[in-house]
């Protein structure tokens, strides 16, 4: 459904993307991860058609992203990284002038998304926090049931709460047939909602991986607590890797030896067990080694 072929952008400071290429199937969920700067909003304007490519190119269901821009936006929902709004509307107001520019008259869907998000429609954008403003992006772009949905890092702002409500709606869409496309700098974001993910990095792609391909790939590491002075000694004797972070307290390192941690483990009195989240870097470095290069 989105096909990015070699896709090429450098501007004028020598930044940009490299010779971008990946696809999202129709009815996928995908994950654009990379970190601050490394391409992902160049690579989701492009799809919008926004920017005129260096080289290569870019299509949705067919369509060329920079020469048919209108038609495709027409069955498109995007939210952009920066929002930009007309400030002295309020949310309603402005969601029933997107409505109308879109040659829309049904507002039930867009109602529906209103109660979901938990946005108060008659505030002003301006007086709105920046978690409020991202709710009426949201809205904004799924509320015409567009086909292909782009969404350029779509939780930022938002809380726990409103992150889990979006996650719901992302895995109904993907089951209502829906292609989307979801930039993020947080692993645990795809994680929950993508099933296959695509890694850029200073504007080239590194990996494009199932997700699960992928965790099993990362190391990982388990922060665990101790209610018993043998314990440590079941540690020390079981050949995992691992430092004491506290009293009767370590963290685990391991790549594939799940099995060795949980018979180990299964042998102490565990009393607390935590995984940290990943951040993108410990991810590179699971792929490249400590320097974190190809
Ligand atoms: N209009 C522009 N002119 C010059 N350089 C640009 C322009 N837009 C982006 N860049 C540069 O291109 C690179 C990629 O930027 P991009 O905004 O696509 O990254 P990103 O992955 O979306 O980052 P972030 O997570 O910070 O939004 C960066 O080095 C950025 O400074």
């Known amino acids: 459904m989105i096909k990015v072929h070699s896709l090429t952008k450098i501007y004028s400071n020598g930044k940009g993307i490299r010779e971008v290429n990946f ?29 005129n490519p260096s080289s290569g190119k870019a299509t ?30 309020t949310g309603n107001q402005f969601l029933k002038f997107i409505d109308e520019l879109r040659g829309r008259h049904d507002n039930e869907r867009r109602n529906q998304l209103i109660t979901r998000f938990e946005l108060e429609p008659g505030r002003i954008i301006r ?22 949905i782009l969404l350029d890092e779509p939780t930022s702002g938002l809380d726990p709460l409103m992150q889990k409500r979006f996650i719901e709606l992302i895995l109904e869409e993907r089951d209502r047939g829906k ?13 929950h909602t993508c099933e296959r993910v ?20 990362l190391p990982k590491s388990f922060i665990v607590t101790f209610g018993q002075i043998g314990d440590m000694k079941v540690m020390q004797n079981s050949g995992l890797v691992y430092k004491e972070t506290g ?11 799940y099995d060795n941690m949980l018979r180990t483990l299964s042998q102490c009195h565990v009393i607390h067990m935590d995984s940290p989240p990943q951040t993108l870097e410990q991810i590179f470095m699971g792929f490249y080694g400590k320097e974190g290069n190809k």
């Open 247 to 257: 009293p009767m307290r370590v963290e685990i390192n391991i790549n594939e030896d």
């Open 198 to 217: 695509g890694i850029i990095r200073e504007g080239e792609i590194v990996a494009v991986e199932n997700i699960n391909a992928l965790k099993g790939k």
């Open 127 to 148: 007086k709105m926090s920046k978690g409020m403003k991202q709710k009426v992006g949201l809205i904004a772009a799924f509320m015409h049931d567009p086909a292909v």
């Open 23 to 51: 696809n999202v199937k129709e009815g996928e969920v995908f994950g654009f991860l990379g970190p601050n700067g490394a391409g992902k909003t160049t690579t989701l304007r492009h799809l919008m058609g926004f920017v």
């Open 179 to 191: 292609t989307i496309l979801m930039s993020s700098h947080l692993f645990d974001e795809v994680d």
């Open 60 to 89: 949705i269901n067919g369509l060329d992203c920079r020469r048919d821009a209108a038609q495709i936006q027409q069955k498109l929902g995007y939210v952009p990284g920066e929002i930009a709004f007309y400030d002295n509307m």
